[in-house]
């Protein structure tokens, strides 16, 4: 007798029982996950399609679809005990792709103190956050997308300002004035220091954007509106001469002899694709377990790998895309190649198996909980 098959949970789902077929959702989706059906007439979800962008969840007008990662309840929890925490009744609403460290936010929208709220984009944010916020005490809010071509799911951003600019002209209508919500667009790019760079071109040859380019007489010369931000450059740069703006070399290192001094035995440091793995708001790690986000697997810095070997971490995973998913045109695939590269070399000291490669996927949250939980027993059962 054969065992039953289990269906693989999903991170997206639809209720077509109560789906009108209005087009918002499939008119919205930046893949194609979401189409009419030529027979039935029915709007379906093609879930391996989906990238759990969250923009059909924010605006479907009938609520027939649900997410997994930052619903409406889960961000209202949220918010509920970061009031608690944080002392200010400003609140700010950022891209994971977009957002510079505290300082740099706190620049941007001119406050000392605020309630920070990372998603994986600002077009997912439900409209009754907005206003669920407000009666909360929230006295403004500032929203932070990326550039509207900048945006690693197409649409979110150009979303996110129609959303905004509706909600400001309901809420002066109410009473609140025309400018409780504030939206501004933001990038990271790529820093080079002159004094360092070599020309050595490998910059020019990785990076996926034909962002950099050999000058004459030597140098490196940087399209700074073609850079996306990635760090593929970054990793790859063997003079040091580059950094991302909030992933810089240092700022990863002492990142990593924190997390390296927090862990409990066997210690598995997960560098993880902020696209390949949405982390819960309310989620904490297991005690042998501390997570690295980095806005592309392709900022993995085989240094940083070592660095952490070398700080007593028992395994290092590196959760990335597929380079079919991969938001930064398949940098996800250089990134296998360079650490397969380094495995090759840490096999000759018998270091291979305690650094790990996987691709995982948010529209299938199981993925990376199997390939932590298998890692996690093979360094345990390694010693």
Known sequence: MSEPVTKEAVAVEQNTDYCSSCSV?????PYQALARDA?????TLDIAKCQVCGLCYANCPASVISVL??????LVAYLERAQREYDSDTLVIMCRGSAPDTKGVARLFGVSEFIPLLVPCVGRVPDELYLRALLMGIKKIGVLACDEDYCRFERGSAVARREITAMNILLDQLGYGRDVITLKEHSLKVQVDANLCIACGNCVFYCPYHAAGLKSPGGISFDLDACRGCGLCVAMCPALALELENWERERISRLIRRLAGEMKPPGIL??????????????EPPPQVRFIDLPCASRVDRFHVLEALQQGVGGVMIAACSEDDCKQERASGRAEHSIAALMARLDQIGLKERVHFCSVSPRYPGQ????????????ASTG
């Open 368 to 379: 990376m909980e199997r390939e932590l939980e298998q890692f996690t027993r093979k360094i």
């Open 39 to 43: 027979e039935t007439g029915k709007i």
């Open 69 to 74: 990662y930052y619903d409406l309840d889960s």
């Open 270 to 283: 997960v560098f993880r694709c902020q696209w390949a793995s949405f982390p819960a708001l309310d989620g």
């Open 25 to 29: 959702c499939s008119t919205l989706c």
